[in-house]
């Protein structure tokens, strides 16, 4: 049975750790001689008869992203496997390997009795944390609201809105909110949350994250204000890869674990919005003050009516309210032939806010664009909507 599991290219760094396990391990070594990291433990498991070693060393020269990807997988499926990297450290890799549960981080030149003593410890962490594996495989049943930000136009504040409905929701249920960038090609939520994500929807959607909620929960983004967050691809030919399965399994399992998933979407009704609007408990329409994008809503509103898809909560919003833009609440309600909920003034502090990455709820400056974007969120608030079901709807005022 082999006790160690190694992939690298170089041969010397083989015959090192070969020699270290000689010289006063038990078991044998698998080397797989090629700097291709598989995306799941399965296939390595396959190549190896499917036995598990108690420990696998990573490196040297391989690509570390795929690595520490990799050693993500292990850390959440198979925590009693101890995972190696040998790589050049600098205090950067070593934060990231520490991220990604790597247990130790070995210097590519070191002699066999240093790796000796690592691949023991090694060993030892096996021998103590072997237990039975918790992979969650079963369907997730649902937990809360699944609350969307949709537009037919661009540029209207669907990201403004969504990150802003993702930290004030997070004050009202810390860690139980997740925030999505479903505007796979362009999205913006990364930088309007002032995030540098490791992890994208590229790596929730892999086979490995939508069997186990649990390595899809290690591959979402933590950010200050208590919620998750899991930002789009980095670039748009990864975004072209993913299909609307993938989109529809992630989103069931973000709903059966979190209170609150707050997507936002892509301007236009994408196949990636209509799949979305399938499994949202609740939809945010957003539209600016003019011509344009209230039409456009309007059409996009009539096309999903005759499509039977729209959520049984909707809310529409009123972005970027002015008194000065020629038009009044009145002819926006009377054009997308719904009522406006909420208008959220035009603001200079909003568009700070978004280009500092910092949502402007985040610091809940006085601003009447803040009191509009609060009682948004509080539209989500358990106790809002059963008193909202007593209430009329009461129409906005643009000031
Ligand atoms: N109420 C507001 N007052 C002033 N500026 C705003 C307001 N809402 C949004 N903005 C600004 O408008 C711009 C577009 O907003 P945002 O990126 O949120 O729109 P979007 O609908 O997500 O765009 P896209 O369709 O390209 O994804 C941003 O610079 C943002 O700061
Ligand atoms: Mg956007």
């Known amino acids: ?36 990291i598989p995306s799941e433990p399965q296939n390595l498991f396959d190549q190896m008869n499917q036995e598990q070693p108690e420990v696998l060393v990573l490196g040297p020269e391989v690509p570390i992203d795929d690595a520490l990807r990799l050693a993500t997988i292990f850390d959440v499926r198979f925590p009693e496997i101890s995972v190696i990297l040998v ?13 990604a549960g790597i247990r130790d981080v070995l210097h590519p030149a070191s002699e066999p009795a240093q790796i000796r003593v690592i691949l023991e410890r090694g060993c030892q962490a096996f021998a103590s944390r072997q237990r039975t594996s918790e992979a969650q495989t079963g ?16 540029g209207v504040g669907k990201t403004t809105i969504a990150t802003n409905i993702a930290v004030g929701l997070g004050k009202i249920a810390p860690m139980s909110v997740v925030i999505v960038d479903l505007d796979l090609q362009f999205g913006d939520v990364a930088s309007g ?3 540098d994500p490791e992890h994208t929807v590229t790596d929730a959607v892999t086979p490995s994250a939508s069997q186990d909620s649990l390595v899809l929960k290690a591959f979402l983004t933590v950010h200050p204000a208590s919620i998750y967050a899991l930002c789009a691809p980095r670039n748009p030919v990864e975004a072209d890869e993913i299909t609307v399965e993938q989109i529809s399994r992630l989103l ?25 609007l399938e499994h949202c408990t609740d939809a945010v329409w957003v539209t600016g003050m003019d011509v344009p994008s209230v039409r456009g809503l309007r059409s996009g509103l009539d096309v999903l009516r005759q499509l039977n898809i729209l959520p049984s909560s909707r809310h529409v919003v009123l972005n970027m309210a002015d008194s000065k833009s020629g038009l009044s609440v009145q002819d926006v309600e009377a ?23 910092v949502p402007i709820l985040q610091n809940a400056r006085k601003d009447p664009a803040v009191k509009a974007l609060q009682r948004l969120v509080e539209r989500f608030n358990p106790a809002w909507r059963l008193k909202a079901q007593r209430q009329q709807h009461r129409r906005v005022v643009v000031r």
């Open 87 to 99: 790589a050049e450290a600098n205090p950067d890799t070593v934060l990231q390997a520490m991220r």
């Open 193 to 195: 949350l002032d995030l």
């Open 335 to 357: 054009t997308v032939g719904a009522p406006v909920d909420i208008s959220v003034a035009r603001s200079k502090a909003v568009a700070y806010s978004t280009n500092r990455g």
């Open 1 to 36: 049975m082999s006790r160690f599991a190694l992939i690298t290219p170089n041969a010397d760094f083989d015959l090192r750790l070969r020699q270290a396990v000689a010289e006063g391990l038990y078991g044998a070594v698998h080397t797989f001689a090629t700097d291709v």
């Open 139 to 154: 369907d997730p049943t649902p937990r809360g609201l699944v609350i969307g930000v949709f537009s037919p136009k661009g």
């Open 252 to 276: 069931e399992q973000l709903a059966g674990e979190f209170d609150y998933v707050v997507i936002d979407t892509a301007p236009g009704l994408t196949e990636t919005v209509l799949t979305s």
